[in-house]
């Protein structure tokens, strides 16, 4: 975050939303630097590029610090086309009552492809690193809590949908729409 959402790399810059907020509800002590904040019910956007349509290439990783308030199913990072366009994301997500950590990599025919972690994981109020990998080769993917592998299965081989919005802390459309918590 670094108390803005501008792109430093290329020009796929962000937008806090809503915009209403002041600014300060937007962004918190990270990690690592400042954090979006997503307490106040905001998310951050950023438009649909061809440079983040990555589930064209050889594979894909979406990471991420988070430092949830609760254990609550919540998105962390998503695209979406809107219109229940869903696409691939990461997030907590539950088995019952159990909090996992879950990545649904859909593909570009709007399957779902759901993996998900052992429940228990999941600890509200402290820093975890989360990360999903996929290799469109081999159709192996990956769930990863604080750097260790905590589930790796066969998916099989499609080309993930990343062609909508890329969000962050917000679920626009499909079963569930929903801001995180």
């Known amino acids: ?8 790399v290329t020009m796929n810059h962000g937008a806090m939303l809503p915009p209403s907020l002041p600014s300060q ?10 954090a979006f904040s997503m307490r106040s019910r905001n998310y951050v956007i950023v438009p649909a590029a061809p440079v983040l349509d990555v589930g064209r290439g050889a594979g894909l ?3 991420a610090w988070v430092h949830p308030e609760n254990t609550r199913p919540q998105p962390f990072v998503e695209w979406n086309g809107g ?3 869903r696409g691939v994301s990461l997030g907590f997500g539950y088995v019952i009552s159990d909090p996992t950590l879950e990545a649904d990599l859909v593909d570009t025919n ?13 600890s509200s109020g402290v820093w975890e690193h ?3 990998t996929y290799d469109s080769a081999s159709g192996q993917a990956a769930l990863y ?6 589930t790796q299965t066969n998916l099989g081989t499609f080309v993930p949908r990343t062609s909508g919005d890329l969000y962050f802390g917000y679920h626009p459309a499909g079963n569930y729409p929903d801001l995180a918590r």
Do not use: M, Q
């Open 130 to 132: 989360v990360a999903v």
């Open 83 to 85: 219109n229940g366009n």
């Open 145 to 150: 809590f604080n750097g260790v592998p905590v």
């Open 61 to 63: 990783t979406v990471e």
């Open 25 to 34: 509800f937007a962004y918190t002590t990270g990690r690592h630097g400042a």
């Open 1 to 8: 975050g670094e108390s803005n959402t501008l792109d430093s």
């Open 110 to 122: 709007g399957v779902s492809h759901l993996i998900r972690s052992p429940a228990g994981l999941i």
